[in-house]
Protein backbone atom coordinates (compact mmCIF):
# COMPACT_ATOMS: atom_id res chain seq x y z
CA UNK A 1 0.00 0.00 0.00
CA UNK A 2 1.48 3.27 -1.22
CA UNK A 3 0.73 7.06 -1.17
CA UNK A 4 1.48 10.21 -1.74
CA UNK A 5 1.28 12.32 1.66
CA UNK A 6 -0.73 15.35 1.61
CA UNK A 7 1.16 18.64 2.36
CA UNK A 8 -0.91 19.83 5.34
CA UNK A 9 -0.86 15.83 7.11
CA UNK A 10 1.33 14.38 9.35
CA UNK A 11 3.04 10.92 9.53
CA UNK A 12 3.09 9.53 12.61
CA UNK A 13 4.99 6.51 13.38
CA UNK A 14 3.19 3.19 15.61
CA UNK A 15 5.25 0.56 16.98
CA UNK A 16 3.41 -2.11 18.28
CA UNK A 17 4.39 -5.70 19.80
CA UNK A 18 2.29 -9.24 20.56
CA UNK A 19 4.23 -11.59 22.88
CA UNK A 20 2.39 -14.89 24.66
CA UNK A 21 4.80 -14.78 27.61
CA UNK A 22 3.84 -18.39 28.81
CA UNK A 23 3.55 -17.22 32.50
CA UNK A 24 7.30 -16.48 32.41
CA UNK A 25 8.97 -13.16 34.35
CA UNK A 26 10.06 -10.38 31.95
CA UNK A 27 13.74 -10.68 30.97
CA UNK A 28 16.20 -7.89 32.20
CA UNK A 29 16.36 -6.15 28.89
CA UNK A 30 13.09 -5.78 26.10
CA UNK A 31 15.84 -2.81 24.15
CA UNK A 32 15.75 -4.83 20.96
CA UNK A 33 11.94 -5.51 21.00
CA UNK A 34 11.02 -1.70 21.51
CA UNK A 35 14.09 -1.04 19.15
CA UNK A 36 14.77 1.56 21.61
CA UNK A 37 18.68 2.23 19.95
CA UNK A 38 16.91 3.01 16.16
CA UNK A 39 17.29 6.62 15.06
CA UNK A 40 13.77 6.55 14.16
CA UNK A 41 11.39 6.56 17.37
CA UNK A 42 7.82 6.01 17.31
CA UNK A 43 5.35 8.32 18.36
CA UNK A 44 3.22 5.62 19.94
CA UNK A 45 3.77 1.99 21.49
CA UNK A 46 1.82 -0.34 21.82
CA UNK A 47 1.92 -3.44 23.67
CA UNK A 48 -0.35 -6.70 23.85
CA UNK A 49 0.47 -9.92 26.06
CA UNK A 50 -0.91 -13.03 26.56
CA UNK A 51 -0.50 -15.39 29.48
CA UNK A 52 0.84 -13.14 31.81
CA UNK A 53 1.25 -15.01 34.91
CA UNK A 54 -2.05 -14.96 37.25
CA UNK A 55 -2.20 -17.43 39.73
CA UNK A 56 -4.57 -15.44 42.34
CA UNK A 57 -1.66 -14.78 44.59
CA UNK A 58 0.53 -12.86 42.00
CA UNK A 59 -2.85 -11.54 40.37
CA UNK A 60 -4.40 -9.91 43.39
CA UNK A 61 -0.53 -8.24 44.00
CA UNK A 62 -0.51 -7.22 40.45
CA UNK A 63 -4.10 -5.27 41.07
CA UNK A 64 -2.28 -3.84 43.91
CA UNK A 65 1.31 -2.69 41.95
CA UNK A 66 1.48 -2.69 38.26
CA UNK A 67 2.83 -6.61 37.35
CA UNK A 68 6.07 -6.86 36.32
CA UNK A 69 6.25 -6.76 32.47
CA UNK A 70 4.04 -3.46 32.72
CA UNK A 71 6.79 -2.30 35.17
CA UNK A 72 9.64 -3.31 32.71
CA UNK A 73 7.76 -1.55 29.66
CA UNK A 74 6.96 1.91 31.66
CA UNK A 75 10.64 1.83 33.02
CA UNK A 76 11.84 1.41 29.87
CA UNK A 77 10.25 3.99 28.08
CA UNK A 78 9.43 6.65 30.46
CA UNK A 79 13.20 7.93 30.48
CA UNK A 80 12.73 8.04 26.96
CA UNK A 81 9.58 10.55 26.89
CA UNK A 82 6.95 8.05 26.81
CA UNK A 83 3.84 8.00 29.20
CA UNK A 84 1.93 5.22 29.53
CA UNK A 85 -2.05 6.14 28.82
CA UNK A 86 -3.91 3.44 29.04
CA UNK A 87 -3.84 -0.30 30.47
CA UNK A 88 -6.31 -3.20 30.55
CA UNK A 89 -5.86 -6.77 31.73
CA UNK A 90 -8.03 -9.61 32.25
CA UNK A 91 -6.12 -12.42 33.86
CA UNK A 92 -3.24 -13.35 31.61
CA UNK A 93 -4.35 -10.88 28.85
CA UNK A 94 -2.43 -7.46 28.86
CA UNK A 95 -2.68 -4.56 26.94
CA UNK A 96 -0.65 -1.15 27.39
CA UNK A 97 -0.98 2.28 24.85
CA UNK A 98 2.05 4.38 25.58
CA UNK A 99 2.38 7.95 23.80
CA UNK A 100 5.14 10.31 23.71
CA UNK A 101 4.70 13.20 25.73
CA UNK A 102 3.72 15.75 23.03
CA UNK A 103 0.59 13.98 21.89
CA UNK A 104 -0.65 13.24 25.25
CA UNK A 105 -3.24 16.49 25.28
CA UNK A 106 -4.19 14.89 22.38
CA UNK A 107 -5.45 11.36 23.28
CA UNK A 108 -8.75 11.61 24.28
CA UNK A 109 -12.21 9.68 24.77
CA UNK A 110 -9.91 7.18 26.19
CA UNK A 111 -12.58 3.77 27.55
CA UNK A 112 -11.91 0.11 27.64
CA UNK A 113 -13.39 -3.17 28.12
CA UNK A 114 -12.98 -6.92 28.10
CA UNK A 115 -14.61 -10.15 26.78
CA UNK A 116 -14.47 -13.48 28.01
CA UNK A 117 -14.42 -16.70 25.64
CA UNK A 118 -12.67 -19.18 27.96
CA UNK A 119 -14.77 -22.26 29.57
CA UNK A 120 -18.34 -20.73 28.26
CA UNK A 121 -17.60 -17.44 28.85
CA UNK A 122 -17.32 -17.55 31.91
CA UNK A 123 -12.98 -17.59 32.42
CA UNK A 124 -10.68 -15.22 31.45
CA UNK A 125 -8.22 -16.91 30.25
CA UNK A 126 -8.80 -16.82 26.27
CA UNK A 127 -10.98 -13.58 25.25
CA UNK A 128 -10.00 -10.08 24.08
CA UNK A 129 -9.40 -6.64 25.86
CA UNK A 130 -9.33 -3.59 24.23
CA UNK A 131 -8.32 0.22 24.22
CA UNK A 132 -10.14 2.65 22.32
CA UNK A 133 -9.18 6.49 21.78
CA UNK A 134 -9.57 9.65 19.80
CA UNK A 135 -6.04 10.38 18.28
CA UNK A 136 -5.86 13.84 17.24
CA UNK A 137 -9.64 13.35 16.55
CA UNK A 138 -9.02 10.12 14.27
CA UNK A 139 -10.90 6.82 16.61
CA UNK A 140 -8.63 4.66 17.12
CA UNK A 141 -9.03 0.75 18.61
CA UNK A 142 -6.60 -1.36 19.58
CA UNK A 143 -8.10 -5.54 20.13
CA UNK A 144 -5.40 -8.19 22.20
CA UNK A 145 -6.83 -11.22 22.00
CA UNK A 146 -5.84 -14.53 22.86
CA UNK A 147 -8.16 -17.24 21.20
CA UNK A 148 -8.67 -20.97 21.15
CA UNK A 149 -5.98 -23.42 20.73
CA UNK A 150 -5.30 -26.35 19.31
CA UNK A 151 -5.40 -27.06 15.20
CA UNK A 152 -9.15 -28.59 15.01
CA UNK A 153 -10.37 -25.33 16.11
CA UNK A 154 -10.17 -22.95 13.32
CA UNK A 155 -13.78 -21.82 12.90
CA UNK A 156 -13.66 -21.86 16.48
CA UNK A 157 -11.47 -19.34 16.72
CA UNK A 158 -13.56 -16.99 13.96
CA UNK A 159 -16.52 -17.14 16.29
CA UNK A 160 -14.52 -16.00 19.00
CA UNK A 161 -13.15 -13.06 17.25
CA UNK A 162 -17.24 -12.72 15.95
CA UNK A 163 -18.34 -12.74 19.60
CA UNK A 164 -15.82 -10.59 20.74
CA UNK A 165 -16.36 -7.49 18.50
CA UNK A 166 -20.36 -7.96 19.07
CA UNK A 167 -19.94 -7.61 22.66
CA UNK A 168 -17.75 -5.39 23.09
CA UNK A 169 -19.22 -1.82 23.33
CA UNK A 170 -18.26 2.02 23.95
CA UNK A 171 -20.04 5.52 23.62
CA UNK A 172 -22.80 4.81 21.84
CA UNK A 173 -22.72 8.57 20.72
CA UNK A 174 -19.54 8.44 18.80
CA UNK A 175 -18.42 4.55 18.20
CA UNK A 176 -20.96 2.43 19.69
CA UNK A 177 -18.43 -1.37 18.69
CA UNK A 178 -15.40 -1.83 17.76
CA UNK A 179 -15.76 -1.87 13.89
CA UNK A 180 -17.23 1.94 14.31
CA UNK A 181 -13.33 3.00 14.86
CA UNK A 182 -11.63 4.53 12.11
CA UNK A 183 -8.91 2.29 12.46
CA UNK A 184 -8.79 -1.01 14.23
CA UNK A 185 -6.35 -3.42 14.82
CA UNK A 186 -6.44 -6.79 15.82
CA UNK A 187 -3.35 -8.49 16.93
CA UNK A 188 -2.25 -11.50 19.41
CA UNK A 189 -1.98 -15.01 20.30
CA UNK A 190 -5.06 -15.71 17.33
CA UNK A 191 -4.01 -19.52 17.63
CA UNK A 192 -4.31 -20.41 13.52
CA UNK A 193 -1.91 -23.09 12.77
CA UNK A 194 -0.65 -24.47 9.34
CA UNK A 195 -2.58 -28.01 8.45
CA UNK A 196 -2.09 -30.39 6.15
CA UNK A 197 1.56 -30.55 6.13
CA UNK A 198 4.14 -33.12 7.87
CA UNK A 199 6.36 -31.78 10.06
CA UNK A 200 9.18 -32.86 8.05
CA UNK A 201 7.88 -30.72 4.88
CA UNK A 202 7.25 -27.52 7.87
CA UNK A 203 10.58 -27.78 9.35
CA UNK A 204 12.68 -27.95 5.29
CA UNK A 205 10.74 -25.06 4.17
CA UNK A 206 11.45 -22.70 7.66
CA UNK A 207 14.87 -24.25 7.70
CA UNK A 208 15.78 -22.65 3.77
CA UNK A 209 13.39 -19.65 4.44
CA UNK A 210 10.42 -20.78 1.80
CA UNK A 211 8.15 -19.33 3.92
CA UNK A 212 5.86 -18.74 0.91
CA UNK A 213 5.51 -22.28 0.65
CA UNK A 214 3.47 -22.59 3.86
CA UNK A 215 1.19 -19.64 3.12
CA UNK A 216 -1.83 -21.58 1.48
CA UNK A 217 -1.65 -24.34 4.42
CA UNK A 218 -2.36 -21.07 7.15
CA UNK A 219 -5.47 -21.21 9.07
CA UNK A 220 -5.99 -17.62 9.22
CA UNK A 221 -5.20 -16.98 5.17
CA UNK A 222 -7.60 -19.93 4.12
CA UNK A 223 -10.34 -18.70 6.16
CA UNK A 224 -10.22 -15.28 4.98
CA UNK A 225 -11.27 -16.99 1.58
CA UNK A 226 -14.50 -17.77 2.72
CA UNK A 227 -14.80 -15.43 5.65
CA UNK A 228 -16.37 -11.78 4.46
CA UNK A 229 -14.94 -10.55 7.68
CA UNK A 230 -12.21 -11.83 7.88
CA UNK A 231 -11.50 -9.73 4.52
CA UNK A 232 -11.97 -6.48 5.84
CA UNK A 233 -8.60 -7.35 7.40
CA UNK A 234 -4.91 -6.55 6.37
CA UNK A 235 -2.31 -8.23 6.72
CA UNK A 236 1.72 -7.95 6.04
CA UNK A 237 3.13 -10.97 4.17
CA UNK A 238 4.69 -13.77 6.71
CA UNK A 239 8.19 -13.23 5.75
CA UNK A 240 9.45 -14.44 9.15
CA UNK A 241 9.87 -18.18 10.85
CA UNK A 242 7.01 -19.33 12.55
CA UNK A 243 6.74 -18.09 16.41
CA UNK A 244 5.72 -21.70 17.97
CA UNK A 245 6.32 -23.81 19.48
CA UNK A 246 9.95 -23.08 20.54
CA UNK A 247 12.20 -24.99 23.23
CA UNK A 248 12.69 -22.03 26.22
CA UNK A 249 15.80 -20.38 26.05
CA UNK A 250 15.97 -22.16 22.65
CA UNK A 251 15.95 -21.57 18.68
CA UNK A 252 14.61 -25.02 18.35
CA UNK A 253 11.11 -25.68 18.05
CA UNK A 254 9.58 -28.33 20.33
CA UNK A 255 11.81 -31.27 20.24
CA UNK A 256 9.57 -33.28 22.70
CA UNK A 257 9.68 -36.98 21.99
CA UNK A 258 6.74 -38.90 20.60
CA UNK A 259 5.02 -41.00 23.38
CA UNK A 260 4.82 -40.01 27.29
CA UNK A 261 6.40 -36.60 28.25
CA UNK A 262 6.65 -35.71 32.28
CA UNK A 263 4.07 -38.25 32.45
CA UNK A 264 1.84 -36.61 29.67
CA UNK A 265 0.88 -38.42 26.41
CA UNK A 266 1.79 -36.02 23.88
CA UNK A 267 3.68 -35.24 20.40
CA UNK A 268 6.07 -32.32 19.32
CA UNK A 269 3.67 -29.36 18.06
CA UNK A 270 4.03 -28.38 14.57
CA UNK A 271 5.62 -24.79 14.00
CA UNK A 272 3.08 -22.29 13.61
CA UNK A 273 2.26 -18.57 12.98
CA UNK A 274 -0.14 -18.32 16.18
CA UNK A 275 1.13 -14.67 16.51
CA UNK A 276 -0.15 -12.25 14.58
CA UNK A 277 -0.95 -8.30 13.70
CA UNK A 278 -3.78 -7.16 11.12
CA UNK A 279 -5.42 -4.03 10.78
CA UNK A 280 -8.61 -2.09 9.41
CA UNK A 281 -9.33 1.04 7.86
CA UNK A 282 -12.90 1.83 7.80
CA UNK A 283 -14.43 1.60 3.92
CA UNK A 284 -15.82 4.97 3.17
CA UNK A 285 -19.39 5.86 3.87
CA UNK A 286 -21.44 4.53 0.99
CA UNK A 287 -23.54 7.96 -0.51
CA UNK A 288 -26.92 8.07 0.65
CA UNK A 289 -29.80 6.48 -1.63
CA UNK A 290 -31.47 9.29 -4.08
CA UNK A 291 -34.68 7.79 -3.13
CA UNK A 292 -35.73 7.92 0.26
CA UNK A 293 -38.95 9.07 2.80
CA UNK A 294 -38.87 12.66 3.45
CA UNK A 295 -39.60 11.24 7.71
CA UNK A 296 -37.23 13.07 9.92
CA UNK A 297 -35.06 9.90 10.68
CA UNK A 298 -34.31 9.66 7.04
CA UNK A 299 -33.64 13.61 6.70
CA UNK A 300 -30.97 12.95 9.81
CA UNK A 301 -29.57 9.70 8.37
CA UNK A 302 -29.03 11.89 5.18
CA UNK A 303 -27.26 14.64 7.35
CA UNK A 304 -25.48 12.19 9.19
CA UNK A 305 -23.68 10.41 6.53
CA UNK A 306 -22.93 13.89 4.40
CA UNK A 307 -21.12 14.68 7.58
CA UNK A 308 -19.50 12.12 7.92
CA UNK A 309 -17.99 11.82 4.36
CA UNK A 310 -17.53 15.30 4.33
CA UNK A 311 -14.66 14.58 7.42
CA UNK A 312 -13.67 11.76 5.55
CA UNK A 313 -12.53 14.26 3.04
CA UNK A 314 -10.83 17.10 5.25
CA UNK A 315 -9.18 14.14 7.25
CA UNK A 316 -8.16 11.60 5.69
CA UNK A 317 -6.67 8.75 7.55
CA UNK A 318 -4.02 6.16 5.94
CA UNK A 319 -1.55 3.47 7.20
CA UNK A 320 1.26 1.79 5.83
CA UNK A 321 2.76 -0.97 6.72
CA UNK A 322 7.08 -0.42 7.12
CA UNK A 323 8.15 -3.76 8.76
CA UNK A 324 6.51 -7.31 9.91
CA UNK A 325 9.07 -9.86 11.71
CA UNK A 326 9.42 -11.95 14.59
CA UNK A 327 12.11 -11.03 17.23
CA UNK A 328 14.13 -14.52 17.94
CA UNK A 329 16.66 -13.08 20.56
CA UNK A 330 13.50 -13.99 23.32
CA UNK A 331 13.54 -17.28 25.13
CA UNK A 332 11.48 -16.84 28.12
CA UNK A 333 8.56 -18.04 26.42
CA UNK A 334 7.85 -20.84 23.95
CA UNK A 335 6.54 -18.22 21.52
CA UNK A 336 8.64 -15.52 20.10
CA UNK A 337 6.97 -11.73 19.97
CA UNK A 338 5.76 -10.16 16.92
CA UNK A 339 6.39 -6.66 15.99
CA UNK A 340 4.81 -4.67 13.18
CA UNK A 341 5.55 -0.97 12.76
CA UNK A 342 3.17 1.49 11.06
CA UNK A 343 3.46 4.94 9.29
CA UNK A 344 0.02 6.57 10.20
CA UNK A 345 -0.24 9.49 7.79
CA UNK A 346 -3.43 11.84 9.34
CA UNK A 347 -4.39 15.48 8.96
CA UNK A 348 -5.04 16.67 12.55
CA UNK A 349 -8.68 17.47 13.42
CA UNK A 350 -7.44 19.89 15.97
CA UNK A 351 -3.35 21.20 17.09
CA UNK A 352 -4.77 23.29 20.31
CA UNK A 353 -4.69 21.42 23.83
CA UNK A 354 -7.89 21.92 26.12
CA UNK A 355 -5.60 24.15 28.23
CA UNK A 356 -2.73 25.66 28.84
CA UNK A 357 -0.75 25.31 31.97
CA UNK A 358 2.53 26.34 33.57
CA UNK A 359 4.07 27.35 36.74
CA UNK A 360 4.27 31.27 38.12
CA UNK A 361 7.68 32.17 39.48
CA UNK A 362 9.96 30.43 41.20
CA UNK A 363 8.89 27.00 42.75
CA UNK A 364 10.54 25.02 45.86
CA UNK A 365 9.49 23.75 48.78
CA UNK A 366 10.16 27.33 51.01
CA UNK A 367 6.60 28.75 49.81
CA UNK A 368 3.33 27.82 48.34
CA UNK A 369 3.48 27.89 44.80
CA UNK A 370 1.36 29.20 41.90
CA UNK A 371 -0.54 27.57 38.98
CA UNK A 372 -2.08 29.55 36.32
CA UNK A 373 -3.94 27.72 33.82
CA UNK A 374 -6.41 29.14 30.82
CA UNK A 375 -9.07 27.05 28.74
CA UNK A 376 -7.92 27.32 24.87
CA UNK A 377 -11.12 25.51 24.36
CA UNK A 378 -14.78 24.57 25.90
CA UNK A 379 -14.48 21.72 27.60
CA UNK A 380 -16.54 19.92 30.29
CA UNK A 381 -14.85 21.02 33.26
CA UNK A 382 -15.41 20.19 36.97
CA UNK A 383 -15.23 20.09 40.29
CA UNK A 384 -12.93 16.77 40.17
CA UNK A 385 -10.68 17.92 37.90
CA UNK A 386 -7.18 18.41 39.02
CA UNK A 387 -3.55 19.64 38.18
CA UNK A 388 -1.06 17.16 39.38
CA UNK A 389 2.76 17.89 39.53
CA UNK A 390 5.31 14.92 37.80
CA UNK A 391 8.72 14.86 37.92
CA UNK A 392 10.46 14.92 34.13
CA UNK A 393 10.46 11.18 32.83
CA UNK A 394 7.09 10.19 34.93
CA UNK A 395 5.52 6.87 33.96
CA UNK A 396 2.02 7.15 34.41
CA UNK A 397 -0.82 9.52 35.01
CA UNK A 398 -0.89 8.25 38.58
CA UNK A 399 2.56 8.47 39.30
CA UNK A 400 2.36 12.58 40.09
CA UNK A 401 4.77 14.10 43.15
CA UNK A 402 1.28 16.26 44.22
CA UNK A 403 -2.18 17.57 43.38
CA UNK A 404 -4.13 20.10 43.35
CA UNK A 405 -7.68 20.47 42.94
CA UNK A 406 -8.75 23.22 40.31
CA UNK A 407 -11.39 24.48 41.64
CA UNK A 408 -10.71 23.90 45.79
CA UNK A 409 -7.36 25.35 45.76
CA UNK A 410 -8.36 28.37 43.18
CA UNK A 411 -7.13 31.82 44.46
CA UNK A 412 -8.21 33.91 41.50
CA UNK A 413 -10.70 33.47 38.59
CA UNK A 414 -11.11 35.42 35.25
CA UNK A 415 -12.97 33.98 31.41
CA UNK A 416 -9.50 33.67 30.36
CA UNK A 417 -7.19 32.62 33.31
CA UNK A 418 -7.16 30.88 36.70
CA UNK A 419 -5.09 30.40 39.45
CA UNK A 420 -4.82 27.63 42.03
CA UNK A 421 -1.68 27.13 44.71
CA UNK A 422 0.23 24.28 45.96
CA UNK A 423 1.36 24.02 49.38
CA UNK A 424 4.71 24.05 49.89
CA UNK A 425 4.47 21.00 52.18
CA UNK A 426 3.41 19.02 48.91
CA UNK A 427 6.65 20.35 47.17
CA UNK A 428 9.83 18.34 46.99
CA UNK A 429 12.61 19.31 48.66
CA UNK A 430 15.41 18.67 46.73
CA UNK A 431 13.49 20.32 43.58
CA UNK A 432 14.03 18.80 39.97
CA UNK A 433 12.99 19.01 36.54
CA UNK A 434 9.30 19.03 36.69
CA UNK A 435 5.86 19.55 34.73
CA UNK A 436 2.72 20.34 35.41
CA UNK A 437 -0.45 18.28 33.82
CA UNK A 438 -4.52 19.38 33.87
CA UNK A 439 -6.30 15.92 34.22
CA UNK A 440 -9.71 16.26 33.51
CA UNK A 441 -12.11 14.21 35.23
CA UNK A 442 -15.31 14.51 32.95
CA UNK A 443 -12.90 13.01 29.70
CA UNK A 444 -10.51 10.48 31.85
CA UNK A 445 -7.75 11.96 30.69
CA UNK A 446 -4.67 15.23 30.71
CA UNK A 447 -5.86 17.68 28.08
CA UNK A 448 -3.04 20.17 28.76
CA UNK A 449 0.62 19.82 29.41
CA UNK A 450 3.16 22.72 31.04
CA UNK A 451 6.56 23.25 29.73
CA UNK A 452 9.26 21.47 32.20
CA UNK A 453 10.78 24.23 34.55
CA UNK A 454 12.75 23.92 37.64
CA UNK A 455 11.79 23.31 41.21
CA UNK A 456 14.79 24.84 42.89
CA UNK A 457 16.42 22.96 46.33
CA UNK A 458 14.78 24.39 49.08
CA UNK A 459 16.94 26.11 52.16
CA UNK A 460 16.07 23.61 54.30
CA UNK A 461 17.62 21.01 52.14
CA UNK A 462 20.89 22.90 51.46
CA UNK A 463 21.22 23.61 55.34
CA UNK A 464 20.63 20.13 56.01
CA UNK A 465 23.25 18.61 53.56
CA UNK A 466 25.82 21.74 55.32
CA UNK A 467 25.25 20.41 58.25
CA UNK A 468 26.38 16.85 57.53
CA UNK A 469 29.32 18.24 55.38
CA UNK A 470 27.74 16.77 52.32
CA UNK A 471 28.11 18.83 49.26
CA UNK A 472 26.46 19.15 46.18
CA UNK A 473 29.07 17.97 43.05
CA UNK A 474 29.11 19.73 40.14
Same mark, same amino acid.
Given at each position: MTWTPRPSSKSRWLHMVTWNVATADPPDDISSLLHLNSPKTPDLYVIGLQEVYSAPHRFIIDMAVEDSWSHLFMSSLAPRGYLKVSSIRMQGLLLLFFSKLAHVPFIRDIQDTYSRTGISGYWGNKGGVSIRLSFYGHMLCFL??? #? *? *?????????? /?????????? =?? /? @???? @?????? +??????? /??NFRIQDHGMHFLRNCITSHKFNLLWSKDQLTMMKKTEALLQEFDEGPLDFQPTYKFDRFSDCYDSRPHGTWLGFHGKMRKPAWTDRILWRVKPKEPPPEEEKDEDRD?? #? /?? +????????????? @? #? +? #?????? =?SNMEYGVSDHKPVIGIFTLELRKMYETPLVRVCAEGEWSADFDAIVIYSPLQPFPSSAWDWIGLYKVGFTSVSDYITYTWVKDDEVSFNDELAQVYVSKDEIPLLGGECVLCYYCSTLQCIVGISSPFKVQESKVAVEGRSSTGEHRRP
Open positions: NCH #L *A *AHMQYASQRV /DEFEYILDTQ =TF /D @PKKT @PQILDH +KLVFWFG /DLSV #L /DE +KNTKKKQEEEEEF @P #L +K #LKQDSY =T
